[in-house]
């Protein structure tokens, strides 16, 4: 609402300008306010909040292990994509030895970055991580690739840490589980 109110005031500050100056100007004025006018006006894309019932349950589904998502029903907007990866640390911890993650971001259009905390302090936490990388990996990486963000062609870099800065995964393209060698 604040940027067509912007565009308002300078539309209306650059027509009364240029009916100050010669009848010349004053076309030449009033024309290029039309296209700056017409340039600057962004249509706001829908959030998560609009997403259409088809998509809200597939992306219900991320994360359970018993359904599996249609990807071809999700299709997010650039705002409706950044708005899930920034909702990620708004979970809620449902016990005390459970992998939270406190921040997820998305630094510029090809990198999504998940900061995690696990206050499991064991020698499986290390293992413990990885598994969720692997799962938060995939699960963005494929959400990201049915968003606008994806040019069909062109993979995210996806980087996960602790909360002390250990990088656990910074992979760009889909992990694969090595085999023995």
Do not use: H
């Amino acid at each position: 609402m604040n940027k067509i109110k912007l565009l308002t005031t300078i539309g209306l500050c650059s027509f009364i300008l240029g009916a100050c100056g010669t009848e010349e100007t004053s076309v030449k004025d009033s024309n290029t306010t039309k296209i700056a006018q017409s340039e600057s006006i962004v249509i706001e894309e829908p959030g998560l909040d609009e997403l259409d019932q088809s998509t809200t349950d597939e992306i219900a589904k991320i994360g359970s292990e018993d359904e599996e998502i249609d990807w071809e029903k999700i299709n997010l907007n650039k705002l409706q994509f950044k708005e899930y990866i920034e909702s990620l640390d708004e979970q809620e911890e449902t016990s005390e030895e459970t992998l939270t993650i406190i921040s997820s971001s998305m630094p510029d259009d090809n990198t999504i970055e998940i900061i995690i905390s696990n206050s499991d302090k064991s020698e499986m936490s290390e293992l413990t991580n990885g598994f969720f990388a692997i799962m938060m990996d995939s699960f963005s990486r494929q959400l990201y690739l049915s968003s606008d963000y994806s040019d069909g062609s062109t993979q995210p870099t996806i980087l996960i840490k602790d909360n002390v800065g250990t990088i656990i995964s910074e992979e760009t393209n889909f992990i694969e589980m090595g085999g023995n060698e």
